[in-house]
């Protein structure tokens, strides 16, 4: 099945750096990619929908300066978490969609990216 | 996407039967029932997804009711690594909104 790969999948960074996460779909294009964000024992939260070649387009309440997404190829996705501070630290996941795929079909995720800010 | 409402957790013996129920009172005629589970600091994982009739496959089954307002994730000899979070999701058919939003699904543990 298509694989979709997360870059680090553990990160810690000093509070005010800046971390970026890759997203990348290893064997398929992946035209739409979705950020989400986890807390400890909760659901997942969708942070923003990203399209190749266009911005991003960002949930209610995320800030779009603060979560920078960049989608520049059919394969890669990143998410720079700017100026992180501690209450950054969560567990963010991607997902891809194939292009040309319906809504129907199985979605794809990484294995998600540990980030903690000390 | 529709919503869709599940027991926060349950618990089941290792070697038994899991059936993990979803309840979708407002589906519309278009929507597929998809389930994902999440296993412990991993992202989520396609399990099975149906639209009307029951389906199989490798990992478990899925039972839809007849007038699909509530389906049933069923593992038919559960192990200690189906201890996850599944997910019922309702996905449009031909939604341009694409993204999936996730419940809280229910967490399965399974007892030795």
């Known amino acids: 099945g298509a694989v979709v790969s997360q870059h680090p999948s553990r990160v810690i960074c000093k509070s005010g750096t800046s971390v970026k996460i890759e997203c990348r779909s290893l064997d398929f294009q992946a035209t739409t990619m979705f950020w989400y964000r986890q807390f400890p024992k909760q659901s997942l939260m969708l942070m923003a929908t990203?399209?190749?070649?266009?911005?991003?387009?960002?949930e209610q309440g995320v800030e779009k300066d603060k979560f920078l997404i960049n989608h520049a190829s059919l394969t890669l996705s990143t998410l720079t978490v700017t100026s992180a501070h501690p209450e950054d630290s969560s567990f963010y996941i991607c997902?891809?969609?194939?292009?040309?795929?319906?809504?129907?079909?199985?979605?794809?995720f990484g294995q998600g990216t540990r980030l903690t800010v000390v | 996407d529709a919503k869709t409402t599940q027991p926060n957790s349950m618990e089941s013996n290792e070697e038994e039967p899991v059936h993990l129920p979803c309840n979708h009172s407002t589906i519309s005629g278009t929507d597929y029932i998809h389930w994902y589970r999440q296993l412990p600091s991993q992202g989520p994982e396609y399990v099975i997804h149906g639209l009307t009739s029951n389906v199989n496959n490798r990992m478990a089954s899925l039972a839809i009711a007849e007038d699909r307002k509530s389906s049933t994730l069923i593992l038919h000899r559960a192990t200690l690594r189906d201890a996850a979070v599944y997910y019922c999701?309702?996905?449009?058919?031909?939604?341009?909104?694409?993204?999936?939003?996730f419940g809280s699904g229910t967490r399965l543990s399974i007892r030795p």
């Open positions: 997902s891809a969609k194939g292009t040309g795929t319906g809504d129907e079909t199985e979605a794809f």
């Open positions: 990203s399209n190749e070649g266009s911005k991003a387009t960002y």
């Open positions: 999701i309702l996905r449009a058919r031909y939604s341009s909104a694409s993204k999936i939003i």
